[in-house]
């Protein structure tokens, strides 16, 4: 080989060894890789990364391995498990590390990197809700050193230079980080004779240290030093530093802590659609502009977070229909419905002015009125519009909105011009415009066109929108309220996103969810499922742009569903429950597998088991004329039903002409029955592959499998329980693995999960990894035989709440049942005697104080269930509270908050008693209340706060048959 050092003017390259080294406990058959941005750590190639090797050191697995590189080496980098062929299992979440290596470092000097593995938690604090809003100061940290700087030099051979480095985002002004320890230099465990650290941007500190090898082992902590305060040292145990028992031992050490270890921040928050808020200035329904007012309330009430449901147009129907939020006409167009239009123009004429006044009289009801509330808006948006579109459309401010935002909004202002004019939003329908092209699409939008000013008009609803809507949000983001959206999981089949990206969806199918606490028939939502294969040739840069999109608003977001991710409950475009579905994508039963079992007969399993004797039991007399117009009798006593209605759409089609042709009576029984019949089957075939199956969802209630043999149901049972519990859960954890991650990583949005109902076990594992916040109701626990969940159990990453809208509220929910109320008494009160038949303060004090007092990170409150605080607010029945009935797929979205939030906002005995509760409990609560609201506070006598009892002590209610507690 030739020696390059021979040649004249050839220098000899100086190196450094790099050892990595991060303990991190792995399964059986897995293994640890660095990898990074430089071809010595496989320039982003994983199978081209550092594979490191496992040492045990007393309790921990340590994983390390070497490389050597020149001085002045950078490179970023990080951890990922592997399995034996250098497939990546997981990888750590954050940011990427980066390795700098000191200055002026020795040659063939060992550095020495001390990782810990960075979770989804560790991100948590540089989510912009948490660095945006609720960590932001007010004074500006200046970067007194930068974190690639190593400023002491190293001494004798007989020295260890230690660069220690901690994260510490949530910091208050004049407060100082320190480290103290064992070692002389680090104090002798004396705080204030520790090592003060620098700041170095970006919420890491650090400083540098030479310890003498005689100090190791050391032990140390970090500490808070506030001036003219004690020092506040971090929790857990001590830290230890060794230097191993390697014959090569590191002249550099660089110590990377992850973050310094405090109690956990946890804040609370109210939840009310935009559309339920009510104020002196709306228009029959809540506008972005009110939640300036929300804001407001929320920060009297100790409040650091508004949570809305989704906010995106929903126009497909153009009736009140589209009062469902979550089947949105686009994913990233905003609502009409929520626009002020008194802040249109600052130069409104007198008579537009009396026109909204008088609207605002006439549309000022109980619930809202979706048809005539979005005729007024647009209307009187329209006349002012037709007075000022010059000067908005050619203003640099609309222009730049145009520029960043042209890729939706020219599809979407299309799309409402073809709706309105082929009077239909299935694009089906709509002649050479079915079918999307970019070349359509600027003839059609083009300035010279016909129709230009009524493409304008979209554009310029969409551009208020924009403008109202970022006022509200950057007033939040001043005020330390964070801004919480809803990220549904569909798009309607009829929507702006189908109709451009149609390869992106399954249009044959539809979207739901199976049986659960919601609906014993399951759910379907009418979306069509998602083509993930597709989306992942462009990394899903349709959710991407969806997210960026949300960012610009929110600072945090609840994803609708989130098991949508690991799996969606698929059902056939013609199904209309949600009961015969699959889940999409799943391993399902194949013919070979089922036969091996000794089941053969799959027509008998996946066609409807239709005998004489059910019909008679079903239809009675009638059974003859159903079974003439529904069914043929194929074998005796045996039924099947006829092409043209077997399905439930076309159930419902025959039934309605049926019953227009006065045939019939009770025609919702009748069509119950007959969907009964049509899903008793035990196998569904799959559509695309008659030779796989999927165990129809709780087969064993159905006849069919009631007639079969012994052997044929133990073995299905079997099966049954595979499918569901069993064989999906590594395929539906790699699915998500792939999925969420690119939502998560195409903003700085806090991130929380919907998962409520059918849960796989691979769900939480997954959510804690990706540092995904899960959600908690009570009446719904997640844990198997529980009937209601304990909030001082739940984990810290969870939002906790005693309603959601998809259920009843609080009142609502305690009045429904008496013995189901009986039992909570009992169990979670721990009282034998009768309590309220009402919701009554007491009762929402003692629920909503256990939701407070609960380790999750959030207990976030409908405004229905904090009005049961105040007697004053619970006179509305009950019933008209709830937000959404799931049962009902044609339900209509309009309940209104019966408060106008001016009048919330001076109600101070209900203020307090909420603030108390968030104070009490030790949940962080905004602190920049302005001098006028602390005055008017301080003014208030303290209210006489509920005594909230363990069941022991109790105060009797009257006279009655049993003994009545209150709280």
């Given at each position: 080989?030739?020696?390059?050092?021979?040649?004249?003017?050839?220098?000899?390259?100086?190196?450094?060894?790099?050892?990595?080294?991060?303990?991190?406990?792995?399964?059986?058959?897995?293994?640890?890789?660095?990898?990074?941005?430089?071809?010595?750590?496989?320039?982003?190639?994983?199978?081209?990364?550092?594979?490191?090797?496992?040492?045990?050191?007393?309790?921990?697995?340590?994983?390390?391995?070497?490389?050597?590189?020149?001085?002045?080496?950078?490179?970023?980098?990080?951890?990922?498990?592997?399995?034996?062929?250098?497939?990546?299992?997981?990888?750590?979440?954050?940011?990427?590390?980066?390795?700098?290596?000191?200055?002026?470092?020795q040659d063939g000097v060992l550095v020495e990197l001390h990782d810990l593995w960075q979770t989804g938690d560790d991100t948590l604090p540089f989510r912009?809700?948490?660095?945006?809003?609720?960590?932001?100061?007010?004074?500006?940290?200046?970067?007194?050193?930068?974190?690639?700087?190593?400023?002491?030099?190293?001494?004798?051979?007989?020295?260890?230079?230690?660069?220690?480095?901690?994260?510490?985002?949530?910091?208050?002004?004049?407060?100082?980080?320190?480290?103290?320890?064992?070692?002389?230099?680090?104090?002798?465990?004396?705080?204030?004779?520790?090592?003060?650290?620098?700041?170095?941007?970006?919420?890491?500190?650090?400083?540098?240290?030479?310890?003498?090898?005689?100090?190791?082992?050391?032990?140390?902590k970090y500490s808070k030093y506030r001036n003219a305060e004690s020092f506040s040292l971090e929790t857990g145990p001590t830290r230890d530093l060794s230097?191993?028992?390697?014959?090569?031992?590191?002249?550099?050490?660089?110590?990377?802590?992850?973050?310094?270890?405090?109690?956990?921040?946890?804040?609370?928050?109210?939840?009310?659609?935009?559309?339920?808020?009510?104020?002196?200035?709306?228009?029959?329904?809540?506008?972005?502009?009110?939640?300036?007012?929300?804001?407001?309330?929320?920060?009297?009430?100790?409040?650091?977070?508004?949570?809305?449901?989704?906010?995106?147009?929903?126009?497909?129907?153009?009736?009140?229909?589209?009062?469902?939020?979550?089947?949105?006409?686009?994913?990233?167009?905003?609502?009409?419905?929520?626009?002020?239009?008194?802040?249109?123009?600052?130069?409104?004429?007198?008579?537009?002015?009396?026109?909204?006044?008088?609207?605002?009289?006439?549309?000022?009801?109980?619930?809202?009125?979706?048809?005539?509330?979005?005729?007024?808006?647009?209307?009187?948006?329209?006349?002012?519009?037709?007075?000022?579109?010059?000067?908005?459309?050619?203003?640099?401010?609309?222009?730049?909105?145009?520029?960043?935002?042209?890729?939706?909004?020219?599809?979407?202002?299309?799309?409402?011009?073809?709706?309105?004019?082929?009077?239909?939003?299935?694009?089906?329908?709509?002649?050479?415009?079915?079918?999307?092209?970019?070349?359509?699409?600027?003839?059609?939008?083009?300035?010279?066109?016909?129709?230009?000013?009524?493409?304008?008009?979209?554009?310029?609803?969409?551009?208020?929108?924009?403008?109202?809507?970022?006022?509200?949000?950057?007033?939040?983001?001043?005020?330390?309220?964070?801004?919480?959206?809803?990220?549904?999981?569909?798009?309607?089949?009829?929507?702006?996103?189908?109709?451009?990206?149609?390869?992106?969806?399954?249009?044959?199918?539809?979207?739901?969810?199976?049986?659960?606490?919601?609906?014993?028939?399951?759910?379907?939502?009418?979306?069509?499922?998602?083509?993930?294969?597709?989306?992942?040739?462009?990394?899903?840069?349709?959710?991407?742009?969806?997210?960026?999109?949300?960012?610009?608003?929110?600072?945090?977001?609840?994803?609708?569903?989130?098991?949508?991710?690991?799996?969606?409950?698929?059902?056939?475009?013609?199904?209309?429950?949600?009961?015969?579905?699959?889940?999409?994508?799943?391993?399902?039963?194949?013919?070979?597998?089922?036969?091996?079992?000794?089941?053969?007969?799959?027509?008998?399993?996946?066609?409807?088991?239709?005998?004489?004797?059910?019909?008679?039991?079903?239809?009675?007399?009638?059974?003859?004329?159903?079974?003439?117009?529904?069914?043929?009798?194929?074998?005796?006593?045996?039924?099947?039903?006829?092409?043209?209605?077997?399905?439930?759409?076309?159930?419902?089609?025959?039934?309605?002409?049926?019953?227009?042709?006065?045939?019939?009576?009770?025609?919702?029984?009748?069509?119950?029955?007959?969907?009964?019949?049509?899903?008793?089957?035990?196998?569904?075939?799959?559509?695309?592959?008659?030779?796989?199956?999927?165990?129809?969802?709780?087969?064993?209630?159905?006849?069919?499998?009631?007639?079969?043999?012994?052997?044929?149901?133990?073995?299905?049972?079997?099966?049954?329980?595979?499918?569901?519990?069993?064989?999906?859960?590594?395929?539906?954890?790699?699915?998500?693995?792939?999925?969420?991650?690119?939502?998560?990583?195409?903003?700085?949005?806090?991130?929380?999960?919907?998962?409520?109902?059918?849960?796989?076990?691979?769900?939480?594992?997954?959510?804690?990894?990706?540092?995904?916040?899960?959600?908690?109701?009570?009446?719904?626990?997640?844990?198997?035989?529980?009937?209601?969940?304990?909030?001082?159990?739940?984990?810290?990453?969870?939002?906790?709440?005693?309603?959601?809208?998809?259920?009843?509220?609080?009142?609502?929910?305690?009045?429904?049942?008496?013995?189901?109320?009986?039992?909570?008494?009992?169990?979670?009160?721990?009282?034998?005697?009768?309590?309220?038949?009402?919701?009554?303060?007491?009762?929402?004090?003692?629920?909503?104080?256990?939701?407070?007092?609960?380790?999750?990170?959030?207990?976030?409150?409908?405004?229905?269930?904090?009005?049961?605080?105040?007697?004053?607010?619970?006179?509305?029945?009950?019933?008209?509270?709830?937000?959404?009935?799931?049962?009902?797929?044609?339900?209509?979205?309009?309940?209104?908050?019966?408060?106008?939030?001016?009048?919330?906002?001076?109600?101070?005995?209900?203020?307090?008693?909420?603030?108390?509760?968030?104070?009490?409990?030790?949940?962080?609560?905004?602190?920049?209340?302005?001098?006028?609201?602390?005055?008017?506070?301080?003014?208030?006598?303290?209210?006489?706060?509920?005594?909230?009892?363990?069941?022991?002590?109790?105060?009797?209610?009257?006279?009655?048959?049993?003994?009545?507690?209150?709280?």
């Amino acid at each position: 080989m030739t020696n390059l050092g021979l040649f004249s003017g050839a220098k000899p390259i100086k190196s450094v060894i790099v050892r990595f080294r991060l303990p991190y406990y792995t399964q059986w058959g897995q293994n640890l890789l660095v990898c990074g941005s430089e071809p010595v750590l496989g320039a982003w190639n994983v199978k081209k990364g550092l594979l490191l090797s496992p040492v045990h050191q007393g309790n921990e697995l340590i994983w390390s391995g070497t490389i050597s590189v020149p001085t002045g080496f950078e490179s970023e980098y990080s951890y990922y498990v592997v399995d034996g062929e250098k497939n990546v299992l997981r990888w750590e979440m954050g940011k990427k590390r980066k390795l700098s290596l000191p200055e002026g470092i020795q040659d063939g000097v060992l550095v020495e990197l001390h990782d810990l593995w960075q979770t989804g938690d560790d991100t948590l604090p540089f989510r912009s809700a948490f660095k945006d809003v609720i960590f932001r100061r007010s004074c500006n940290l200046k970067i007194e050193r930068p974190l690639a700087v190593t400023e002491n030099k190293l001494g004798h051979e007989h020295s260890v230079l230690v660069h220690f480095k901690i994260c510490c985002p949530n910091i208050e002004e004049d407060t100082s980080i320190y480290v103290f320890g064992s070692s002389t230099k680090l104090g002798k465990w004396k705080a204030q004779d520790g090592l003060k650290l620098s700041y170095a941007g970006d919420s890491i500190w650090h400083a540098d240290c030479v310890l003498p090898k005689t100090d190791f082992p050391i032990k140390y902590k970090y500490s808070k030093y506030r001036n003219a305060e004690s020092f506040s040292l971090e929790t857990g145990p001590t830290r230890d530093l060794s230097l191993g028992s390697s014959n090569t031992q590191p002249r550099y050490i660089v110590l990377s802590d992850g973050m310094l270890r405090e109690t956990p921040w946890r804040g609370a928050g109210v939840s009310i659609p935009m559309f339920s808020v009510r104020s002196e200035s709306d228009l029959g329904v809540g506008e972005f502009l009110d939640l300036k007012l929300l804001v407001d309330w929320a920060v009297q009430s100790g409040f650091h977070l508004v949570q809305l449901l989704p906010i995106n147009d929903t126009s497909v129907h153009k009736m009140w229909w589209d009062s469902y939020p979550y089947s949105s006409l686009s994913v990233c167009a905003l609502h009409p419905l929520y626009l002020r239009v008194q802040a249109l123009s600052e130069k409104i004429p007198q008579d537009i002015k009396e026109e909204i006044e008088k609207a605002k009289e006439q549309l000022d009801g109980k619930d809202v009125d979706y048809e005539a509330t979005m005729t007024t808006k647009l209307s009187i948006a329209k006349k002012i519009f037709a007075l000022e579109k010059d000067l908005i459309l050619n203003s640099s401010s609309f222009q730049e909105y145009f520029s960043e935002n042209e890729d939706w909004l020219k599809p979407y202002a299309a799309f409402c011009f073809l709706r309105d004019f082929f009077e239909t939003s299935d694009h089906s329908q709509w002649g050479r415009f079915s079918h999307y092209s970019k070349e359509k699409l600027e003839k059609l939008i083009s300035k010279d066109s016909l129709h230009s000013e009524v493409i304008c008009f979209h554009y310029y609803i969409q551009y208020h929108l924009h403008i109202q809507l970022s006022e509200a949000a950057n007033y939040a983001r001043e005020q330390g309220v964070i801004l919480k959206g809803d990220l549904p999981i569909g798009v309607d089949r009829n929507s702006v996103d189908t109709w451009v990206y149609p390869n992106l969806f399954r249009m044959n199918t539809s979207t739901g969810a199976p049986p659960d606490y919601f609906d014993k028939n399951g759910q379907n939502w009418g979306f069509p499922t998602y083509n993930w294969e597709e989306m992942s040739k462009d990394n899903y840069a349709w959710w991407r742009a969806r997210l960026s999109q949300m960012a610009k608003y929110f600072t945090a977001y609840r994803i609708d569903h989130i098991l949508g991710f690991f799996r969606i409950w698929e059902l056939p475009e013609h199904a209309m429950t949600g009961l015969v579905g699959k889940f999409r994508p799943s391993i399902p039963l194949s013919q070979e597998e089922l036969e091996r079992e000794g089941i053969w007969d799959f027509d008998r399993l996946s066609r409807p088991y239709v005998l004489q004797q059910f019909l008679q039991d079903k239809f009675g007399i009638s059974w003859s004329f159903i079974a003439s117009n529904f069914l043929n009798e194929y074998q005796k006593n045996q039924y099947e039903f006829k092409e043209d209605c077997n399905t439930e759409k076309k159930i419902a089609s025959k039934l309605k002409s049926l019953s227009e042709n006065s045939l019939l009576d009770n025609e919702d029984k009748i069509r119950r029955d007959l969907f009964d019949l049509l899903r008793n089957i035990v196998l569904i075939r799959d559509p695309e592959d008659p030779k796989k199956f999927y165990p129809r969802f709780n087969l064993e209630d159905t006849s069919s499998f009631q007639d079969l043999d012994d052997h044929s149901k133990n073995v299905l049972k079997r099966l049954y329980y595979d499918y569901y519990f069993h064989r999906q859960e590594n395929l539906w954890r790699q699915n998500a693995l792939k999925t969420l991650p690119v939502l998560l990583n195409s903003s700085d949005m806090l991130a929380c999960g919907e998962d409520l109902g059918l849960i796989p076990s691979c769900v939480h594992p997954v959510m804690q990894e990706l540092g995904l916040v899960g959600l908690r109701i009570q009446r719904m626990p997640s844990e198997p035989g529980l009937e209601f969940g304990i909030p001082s159990q739940y984990s810290y990453m969870t939002v906790c709440a005693p309603s959601c809208h998809d259920c009843s509220t609080l009142r609502a929910w305690w009045e429904e049942d008496e013995e189901r109320r009986r039992r909570y008494f009992k169990t979670v009160v721990g009282s034998d005697l009768l309590p309220p038949s009402t919701c009554v303060p007491d009762v929402a004090y003692f629920v909503i104080k256990q939701h407070v007092e609960a380790p999750s990170m959030w207990a976030i409150f409908p405004l229905q269930d904090l009005f049961a605080l105040k007697e004053k607010y619970t006179r509305r029945p009950a019933t008209e509270e709830t937000i959404n009935d799931p049962t009902n797929p044609k339900h209509y979205w309009r309940y209104r908050v019966h408060v106008t939030l001016e009048s919330l906002i001076k109600d101070n005995e209900l203020v307090t008693t909420i603030k108390d509760l968030v104070q009490d409990s030790g949940r962080a609560y905004p602190v920049g209340q302005s001098v006028a609201q602390a005055k008017r506070e301080a003014a208030v006598p303290a209210t006489e706060k509920q005594q909230i009892v363990n069941g022991k002590e109790k105060i009797s209610l009257g006279t009655q048959k049993e003994p009545v507690a209150v709280l």
